[in-house]
């Protein structure tokens, strides 16, 4: 029988300074270099040579630096005993921007207004899409040569890639179309399809003949259009990227509405398992009933038989939830959907948190929580 | 008539973003902010001038977002969380209502540069609907949709009339959550939006506009015809465009522009879809318009968009 409540980590962690300011020319203090050697100690890494690469001024070590930041979190991930690891995402600049900037037909304009006086930068694709430079698989043979533990790849969908770039080349292509509606649908579909077939598509051959075997899919922009059509739109998107492909297939999705997302996953080919966001609209409080899992029945209830990951601990609060807590909400969702079928997670990456201190704790209470859990049932 | 009309809140300049940045780390002051702010907004009048745009709104560069200035003085109104604004990677802050509300002073007032708004113009300026603030308050007094967006009326009836004796000859209500998919108005429910429109426009000589976005305005635009409004806005970029034959409110806003995504529209192609649209109406005036706030671009290219609507309408004018 296969191990109960297995655990991983959802994507990302935050990147220390030595590894920013070692991409970025950037001066590298005392400090930064007395984070990665208590790091290093804690994970009992040889750190060394990371130290010496360092305090080295010559320029040409980015990848040696961002191989480091990637081994470190390995290794953490390692040590606390998860059971599929991967980089923290240390390979990627940030989820979007990492392919867009691998791509050809885009281009990112200045910036434009998030909320208040913060911004962020958004991509227009103006001409059609084409892969450019391998963006995923240089990673995944990196870490198939350093990890310990099984490995998950997670991987920006083509949803949330169309859903966060201006589209001006397929809108351009389609001005045949007099209704602007449909236009403007038109030419999203025509743009999801090529970021599938000329983006995603060969990449995510590359990785399955590397020997990936479980590619998570990140799409946090799904549901963010709450209408059929869009809906839709995602589930071919989906059918069509993983047709196909020996290999098993997870959604992530957070911060989003369940609802809506529940009425389609059943849709989705070759997805084995969805990793959710249920533990931030669930109370940290000990001995009540975990009942904020309870819309994982709207899926049950459309028909979806994968299995679940619906998130453990929190991502936007550092409060560190007991491994009792984390146990409670396991064997909850267990009684809905079966031991088998429940899997352990977070909500989402982790690089909300400022440095690795706050994820290292709540991780160590999510694995140990996971075997409280086990031990409860067998 | 043909006119032409931008549906809310300009992009800031880059310039004035890196100000901005500066300021929310500490190393701008208040009034040097103050002054990049004016520097940009007679930008963003001067350009809507030059483009001939028929109705002049100030760019509204100082709100944070549509709701902000009622959050911040409104009686018995606060600040509340962050949130994602309806289906875009933007985001607003809620207001919490804790107790009945109140208009105190003129909420608007102080995020404007009145001085650099030319007398002569059509004024415009952008307000929240009721419904849109109902939808989007955390209601931790009324507990009552209609209550609340009554009250909140009151006082944006009261806010109006303060910005009519400051000049304003059109008011336009924002309304994206009365056609949004997840927040429309259920049409049980229309007759209340008829009421709280009526509380707002009681005794104005104002134009208003109730301007939908983000959304299908189909299902409602009928009604709209007998609401106390003197015009409807439709993002077209959300709206069938045979969802507008035979509407007879005094005027129609096509949001034709899409402000929510960074292409150059063709003039040429856009002046034979209004063309078309123009047949089928019976109405006779119609605005040119972006479909929304254009706040989701860059200042570059919204005033490149602005330009091409000055093109369709000058077009427009010459084939009348």
New interface residues.
């Given amino acids: 029988m296969n191990k109960l409540f297995q655990t991983y980590e959802i994507g990302s962690l935050a990147k220390y300074n030595w590894r920013l300011k070692g991409i970025l020319n950037g001066k590298i203090n005392d400090a930064d270099v007395a984070e990665a050697e208590a790091w290093g100690k804690k994970l009992n890494i040889d750190y060394e040579p990371l130290i010496k690469l360092l305090k080295d001024k010559e320029s040409n070590k980015k990848q040696e630096i961002i191989n480091w930041s990637a081994l470190y979190a390995v290794r953490m991930f390692e040590q606390l005993g998860l059971d599929y690891v991967y980089t923290g995402e240390q390979w990627r600049e940030e989820m979007y921007a990492h392919v867009i900037k691998n791509l050809t037909g885009f281009e990112f ?12 930068r ?1 991509a ?1 694709v103006v001409d059609r899409v084409h892969y450019k430079n391998p963006f995923y698989i240089d990673e995944f043979n990196y870490v198939k040569g350093i990890a310990k533990h099984k490995l998950k790849v997670p991987i920006t969908g083509p949803y949330t890639l169309l ?2 770039s ?3 080349f397929y ?2 292509k389609n ?1 045949s179309i ?5 236009r ?1 649908f038109a030419a999203r579909r025509e743009f999801i399809n090529d970021i599938v077939d000329e983006a995603l598509y060969p990449e995510f051959k590359k990785l399955v003949d590397a020997g990936a075997k479980w590619i998570q899919i990140d799409e946090p ?1 799904i549901t ?4 059929k059509e869009e809906m839709e739109m995602f589930v071919e998107a989906w059918n069509r990227l993983v047709k196909g492909f020996n290999c098993t297939f997870s959604l992530h999705n957070c911060f989003s ?1 369940y609802k809506l997302l529940a009425r389609y996953v059943p849709d989705l080919k070759n997805c084995s398992q969805l990793s959710l966001e249920f533990a931030n609209r669930d109370t940290i409080k000990p001995g009540v009933i975990r009942s904020a899992y309870d819309d994982l029945k709207d899926f049950e209830d459309n028909g979806f038989r994968g299995a679940y990951a619906p998130g453990f601990i929190a991502v936007h609060t550092d409060e560190v939830e007991s491994a009792e807590v984390i146990r409670d909400r396991i064997l909850y969702v267990a009684g809905l959907v079966g031991n088998e079928r429940t899997w352990i997670s977070p909500d989402c990456g982790l690089r909300t948190r400022e440095n690795w201190d706050i994820p290292y704790s709540k991780l160590f209470q999510m694995v140990k929580g996971a075997d409280l859990s086990r031990k409860a049932v067998e | 008539m043909i006119g032409s009309s931008i549906a809310g809140a300009l992009p800031r300049p880059q310039e004035l973003i890196s100000k901005t940045r500066s300021y929310d780390r500490g190393k701008l002051t208040e009034e040097e902010l103050d002054t990049a702010f004016k520097t940009a907004t007679a930008i963003m009048v001067k350009t809507q001038l030059d483009a001939g745009i028929t109705l002049i709104n100030d760019g509204m560069l100082r709100r944070q977002d549509l709701l902000r200035p009622f959050s911040t003085h409104l009686k018995n109104v606060e600040v509340g969380p962050m949130l994602r604004w309806f289906n875009n990677n933007t985001f607003y802050k809620a207001p919490l209502v804790k107790g009945e509300i109140e208009w105190k002073d003129p909420a608007t007032f102080g995020e404007m540069y009145m001085d650099l708004l030319p007398k002569s113009s059509e004024l415009k300026v952008v307000l929240p609907a009721p419904y849109t603030f109902a939808v989007l308050a955390h209601d931790g007094y009324y507990k009552n949709k209609v209550k609340l967006m009554n009250a909140f009326s009151e006082s944006l009836n009261q806010e109006i009339k303060e910005l009519e004796k400051k000049g304003f000859k059109h008011i336009q209500l924002s309304d994206p959550a009365i056609v949004y998919s997840t927040t429309k108005v259920k049409q049980s429910d229309l007759k209340t939006i008829a009421k709280a429109l009526e509380i707002v426009t009681d005794g104005i000589k104002a134009k208003t506009i109730l301007q939908t976005f983000f959304g299908d305005a189909e299902p409602i635009l009928n009604d709209t015809q007998n609401w106390a409004i003197d015009s409807v806005g439709v993002d077209l970029y959300d709206t069938n465009l045979s969802a507008l034959k035979r509407f007879k409110v005094k005027a129609l806003i096509l949001g034709v522009i899409d402000a929510r995504n960074s292409i150059i529209e063709d003039p040429i192609d856009l002046t034979k879809i209004v063309s078309t649209i123009i047949k089928t109406l019976e109405t006779d005036d119609i605005y040119v318009s972006t479909n929304c706030d254009m706040d989701f671009l860059t200042w570059d290219k919204a005033s490149e968009k602005i330009n091409v609507i000055k093109k369709v309408v000058t077009e427009l004018r010459r084939n009348q």
């Avoid at chain 1, 304009?109 to 962020?120: A, E, L, M, P, Q």
């Avoid at chain 1, 963010?224 to 209408?227: A, G, L």
């Fill in positions: 304009s200045g910036w434009i207004k998030s909320f208040d006086y913060r911004y962020f958004k227009a859903d966060w201006f589209n001006e809108d351009r001005t007099k209704n602007l509606k449909d403007k922009a963010t259009q709450p209408n509405d």
